[in-house]
T-cell receptor
Framework: AQKVTQAQTEISVVEKEDVTLDCVYE???????LFWYKQPPSGELVFLIR????DEQNEISGRYSWNFQKSTSSFNFTITASQVVDSAVYFCALKASGNNRKLIWGLGTSLAVNP | KAGVTQTPRYLIKTRGQQVTLSCSPISGHRSVSWYQQTPGQGLQFLFE???????NKGNFPGRFSGRQFSNSRSEMNVSTLELGDSALYLC?????????????FGEGSRLTVL
């Protein structure tokens, strides 16, 4: 069975703090994809990143960075110098390779960045 | 480039009624997926359509149905509404299907069942 766990339900930080959102996944597939999506108050989920299971390189995009570790089945997301606009719900998702495989979503982490 | 458009944005229904939600994908996208989002269950996959064919289906009762038209627009229907159907229904489109997982979402249709 596949599963995605985001243990942090809510996080509250003060602007300019760094914050890490945890994501732990379970799968028996050897080929799979991991994702992060952001859902601002407007409701529209926004794609942030996709990582395949064979690429464990960390990625940095501006203030965002992702740490993928297969050994611990984790795909954590760090926001450096957080800003109020980062306030949103962040979802981690998993998809095994194959056309008939569905995206499995975590329950999300609600991040509040306070001024 | 216009994004994914969902209508209506908000609606209120009573138990037993039925509802139809509409989704217009990004131009050129052939895949449309539907999700139900509730505070307790998170994002639950309903179904995916690709070139007018249902390619994948989640674990929802038969009261939930959908279809896709030749222009890739999609509709989903929920019959005999129950209180538990109150949720945000999200539509997502992608170029070649959900294979890669990079989905473009609409803002959702928020359904309240009284």
């Amino acid at each position: 069975a596949q599963k995605v766990t985001q243990a942090q339900t809510e996080i509250s930080v003060v602007e300019k703090e760094d914050v890490t959102l945890d994501c732990v996944y379970e799968t028996r597939d050897t080929t799979y994809y991991l994702f992060w999506y952001k859902q601002p108050p407007s409701g529209e989920l926004v794609f942030l990143i996709r990582r395949n299971s064979f690429d464990e390189q960390n990625e940095i995009s501006g203030r965002y960075s992702w740490n993928f570790q297969k050994s611990t089945s984790s795909f954590n997301f760090t926001i450096t110098a957080s800003q109020v606009v980062d306030s949103a719900v962040y979802f981690c998702a998993l998809k095994a390779s194959g056309n008939n495989r569905k995206l499995i979503w975590g329950l999300g982490t609600s991040l509040a960045v306070n001024p | 480039k216009a994004g994914v458009t969902q209508t209506p944005r908000y609606l209120i229904k009573t138990r037993g009624q039925q509802v139809t939600l509409s989704c217009s994908p990004i131009s050129g996208h052939r895949s449309v997926s539907w999700y139900q989002q509730t505070p307790g269950q998170g994002l639950q996959f309903l179904f995916e359509y690709f070139s007018e064919t249902q390619r994948n289906k989640g674990n929802f009762p038969g009261r939930f149905s959908g279809r896709q038209f030749s222009n890739s627009r999609s509709e989903m229907n929920v019959s005999t509404l129950e209180l538990g159907d109150s949720a945000l229904y999200l539509c997502a489109s992608s170029l070649g299907g959900s294979l890669t997982g990079e989905l473009f979402f609409g803002e959702g249709s928020r359904l309240t069942v009284l």
